[in-house]
């Protein structure tokens, strides 16, 4: 019986690695999707706004938590056009430094997008005054966990933090703080992914690695260098696995996804990991959401840092595990106006299939429903596995 598995597995791992995602092949339409105009409301203080809002995860319909790089001060007087987010006024949160205030980092929103909680006690930890990465980068919660403990990506002390659902306890830190390239540090998280038995995975995006530990937060072991070659990474700025225990690394430097396993049988490359398939093809592959049957991943345009300058919106595309193109759609612009993305940075769908943009480059976050007679094969999957 043994030797069959082996041989399937063989085959499985041969046909990933035979049909890697070719984006001029994707089937190209319509987006499935209409925004929510407006959805998410303010609530900053006067001459206050929205920062970069780089991430959001959707634990139901009705709690949604979003992580901001902090509020700006807003120009006073505010010009005129100004729609609650920075964007609406042509400045970017990201390069905003000087108005930056360390406020609401982290908060939840209900189904309507109302402000329902501030996590405002854990504000100073990501306080930094450097023009680089800092503050969140990315948040998600461990769908095997019956506790849902929020993790973060925290580019500001270089670690991986997990918070108690209600947002009240420090629960567990990955990485002793500061940036260093050994086992105990990290340089600029960037992502997390997590297993059935409590393990993490670590995007660690300054050393060009993946790390991973176990449930108590005991290192394990880690992979990958900087380069374009099999195996190694430039950027590695997203995270995800599947149900069958496939990592996925959206390699965005390269622009390209990379899909690994965990076995014994390829000591060439790492003991315990194997590279068992390369999608090309793609630009800023920023995030990655892996149902029971395709992979969803995020791409911007490659227009210069942050997509300064992009070339078209960001987009939407759809593969199947053997990464064999499905479906790809842009969102409507890369603007200010409604369901427009200067860039997709992390995106997150509920159980009811609304998808959910975060997008630092405007300071917003945007909420989209299905349009009415949309296919199953061109929207999202329900979340798979389902939260505990």
């Known amino acids: 019986m043994r030797n069959y598995v082996l041989i399937f597995v063989t085959v499985i791992a041969s046909g990933l690695m035979a ?32 920062g970069g809002t780089s991430a959001v995860f959707a634990e139901s319909p009705d709690r949604i938590f979003i992580a901001q790089r902090g509020e700006h001060r807003l120009p006073d007087p505010v010009p005129p056009g100004f729609q609650g987010f920075l964007g609406s006024i042509g400045v970017r949160p990201n390069a905003a430094f000087e108005s930056r205030v360390w406020q609401n980092v982290i908060f939840v929103v209900d189904g309507d997008g109302n402000m329902i909680e501030a996590w405002t006690q854990w504000d100073d930890m990501f306080q930094s005054d450097a023009e680089g990465p800092s503050g969140i980068h990315k948040i998600k919660i461990n769908p095997f966990d ?32 500061g940036a260093g390239d050994d086992n105990d540090h990290f340089d600029t998280p960037f992502d997390m992914a997590f297993l059935e038995d409590g393990s993490i995975f670590v995007a660690d995006n300054g050393n060009s690695r993946i790390m991973k530990f176990d449930a108590e937060g005991n290192f394990v072991t880690t992979w990958g260098v900087s380069g374009s070659g099999r195996g190694e990474f430039a950027m590695p700025h997203a995270l995800a696995t ?13 622009n390209r996804v990379q899909v690994f396993n965990e076995t014994t049988r390829s000591v060439w490359y790492h003991p315990n990991i ?8 793609f630009e800023r592959p920023t995030d990655i959401y892996a149902t029971g049957y395709d992979v969803w991943i995020s791409d911007n345009s490659d227009g210069g840092a942050q997509a300064a300058n992009p070339t078209r919106p960001a987009r939407m595309v759809k593969l199947d595990w053997n990464g064999n193109p499905q479906f790809s759609w842009e969102l409507a612009g890369f603007g200010t106006g409604a369901g427009d993305v200067a860039f997709l940075h992390q995106f997150s769908v509920d159980e009811e299939k609304n998808f959910y943009a975060a997008d630092p480059g405007n300071g917003r976050v945007q909420k989209f429903v299905q349009k009415e007679g949309a296919s199953f094969t061109e929207t999202f999957g329900r979340p798979d596995p389902a939260l505990q």
């Open 19 to 50: 049909t890697p995602a070719v984006m001029q092949d994707m089937p190209v339409g319509a987006s499935p999707y209409d925004v929510v105009d407006g959805w998410l409301k303010p609530f900053a203080s006067s001459g206050h706004s929205f």
């Open 242 to 254: 599947d149900s069958i225990g496939r990592i996925y690394v959206g390699d965005m430097g390269n």
């Open 146 to 177: 019956s506790d849902r403990k929020l993790w973060v990506a925290d580019t500001t002390n270089h670690q991986v933090h997990a918070f108690s659902n209600d947002g009240e306890e420090l629960v567990m830190s990955l990485g002793a703080g």
């Open 274 to 281: 194997s590279p068992i398939a390369t999608w090309p093809g």
